[in-house]
């Protein structure tokens, strides 16, 4: 009996496969089919529209399918078929049918030449409660390699981790007499086809002088610069995601240059943080005393980013974009900012000055993305799940801050005030000239009557003689 049981459960594991959509059902259990039979049930399923090309390192999802315990499963299309031990790392999909998008890693379940099947790991199916569940998917990814051909650091400094490949299909699964049947419908994306991930370093004013004896404290702003396959008018949400990493340095130097066997320097913690942005948000940082206070909004077009916040003139401060960073962000058109992180710098005098104690902590961010956007292109609002890399910046600072006596600013403070003079001495002279006329006015008129008196005399003289002659003359 034992035994009848074993080959019956066999069985039922052989025929439980998976097919889908077009109005045939997909169907699955606990025990991973070939992808192919799995494909095949499904009557319009060709596998001759995917041939195997070994040069060929795309991707391509076929079919989104749940198992019965709850599992959601996916079914790619590698041509390559093994070469080069490629495999479908992430997939973005929206969860419960909303328009959060999130990206899940997939764990690879069997394979069959160029179809493999993979399982959404994380990813849990409303499977008993719900008639109808909607899985809109944007894009899988693999891993970026530069022996794929693949622009792993790219002409910014800029290192890409995962490649994206568009989906934009609707996958939708019904219960209908017993059975799941799928269909599936075109999704509107955008595509992310111009990105730079920078940072902004915010100091403490007096770390120049504080470094050297006890250490400093800073912030970093981190962003990305970006353009999208449609002109965005006006941008109010982003989603994004990226990993938060910890390193720290521990070192330490006892009398004589003896180092400490202890000292050490790696990661700390890592996580993977998701975040909504909004326009309406405005944040600020201020490292220290007398330091610039900076603030921002978590959205901004790249003409307040450039001019509006990076750019400060001071009567004791200054800051500007690198040259580098000019050239980076040149020809884009959105700023996102993505989060602060903080950098501390400890350094003690141990052992009566012999020795000292040295600690340095920094977060670093990497593998940024955007997920989704939401605004108005053309007077029409959207709201989009978006096809992105995985992209990390240099870590390096893309400003200059300078504290201490702006020589610019003062020179343009002088020219400006030589000009208010100017016009200050332009107005005082006409309230002199005019204070000059209502207190001299009638000496000055009987003057100047008196001065032309003078000068018109000799011209009265000859013609009013001329004049009385002839009066003289019709007289007689």
């Known amino acids: 009996m034992k ?71 996916a079914y790619v299309y590698q041509p390559s078929a093994g070469a080069k031990n490629i495999l ?31 399982k959404v790991d994380g990813y849990v199916t409303d499977y008993d409660s719900a008639t109808e569940r909607v899985y809109n998917v944007v894009q899988i990814m693999r891993s970026a390699s530069a022996d794929l051909g693949d622009k792993v650091l790219d002409e910014n400094n800029n290192t890409i981790s995962y490649v994206p490949y ?87 130097v006892h009398a004589f240059g003896v180092e400490d066997p202890a000292n050490y320097d790696e990661d700390i913690s890592s996580e993977r943080i998701s975040k909504t942005l909004s326009a309406d948000v405005e944040e600020e940082y201020k490292a220290g005393l007398f330091s610039h206070k900076y603030k921002w909004s978590q959205i901004m077009t790249m003409s307040d980013f450039r001019n509006n916040f990076v750019t400060n003139s001071e009567a004791f401060f200054s800051s500007s974009l690198t040259e580098e960073a000019e050239s980076n962000l040149d020809g884009k058109s959105w700023v996102l900012c993505i989060g602060m992180t903080e950098i501390r710098h400890t350094n003690t005098s141990i052992e009566n000055g012999l020795g000292y104690h040295e600690v340095y902590e920094r977060s670093y961010i990497n593998d940024e993305t955007i997920l989704r956007l939401q605004g108005k292109t053309n007077g029409v609002l959207f709201n989009l799940g978006v096809v992105d890399n995985y992209q990390t910046g240099d870590g390096l600072p893309d400003n200059n801050e300078e504290y201490g006596i702006n020589e610019e600013w003062w020179k343009n403070l002088w020219e400006e005030a030589q000009e208010w003079l100017r016009i200050l001495l332009i107005v005082l002279g006409c309230i002199l000239l005019v204070i000059v006329l209502i207190l001299f006015g009638p000496l000055i008129f009987k003057i100047i009557k008196f001065v032309f008196k003078i000068i018109f005399a000799p011209f009265r003289w000859l013609f009013g003689r001329s004049s009385a002659r002839k009066y003289n003359g019709k007289r007689r």
């Open 3 to 73: 035994y009848l049981r074993l080959l019956f459960i066999l069985i039922l594991s052989f025929f439980a496969v998976i097919p889908t959509s077009g109005g045939v059902a997909f169907a699955s259990n606990a025990v991973y089919s070939d992808p192919l039979e799995d494909l095949q049930k499904d009557e319009s399923f060709d596998k001759n529209d995917y041939p195997i090309n070994q040069t060929d390192y795309s991707i391509e999802l076929i079919q989104i399918a749940e198992s019965s315990t709850g599992e959601l499963l």
């Open 88 to 118: 479908t790392k992430k997939i973005r999909i929206s969860y419960l049918n909303s328009d959060t998008y999130n990206d899940y890693d997939l764990m690879l379940l069997s394979k069959n030449g160029v179809f493999y099947k993979y």
């Open 166 to 252: 568009p989906v934009n299909w609707s996958f939708t699964a019904r219960y209908k007499d017993g059975e799941i049947y799928y269909s599936k419908t075109r999704l509107k994306s955008l595509v992310i086809d111009d990105k730079y991930c920078g940072q902004l370093l915010f100091s403490d004013a007096t770390s120049n002088i504080t470094a050297p004896l006890f250490g400093y404290e800073a912030g970093m702003l981190h962003f990305i610069a970006f353009n999208a396959d449609i002109k965005i008018d006006e941008l109010y949400e982003a989603d994004v995601e990226y990993t938060l990493t910890l390193r720290k340095r521990d070192y330490c």
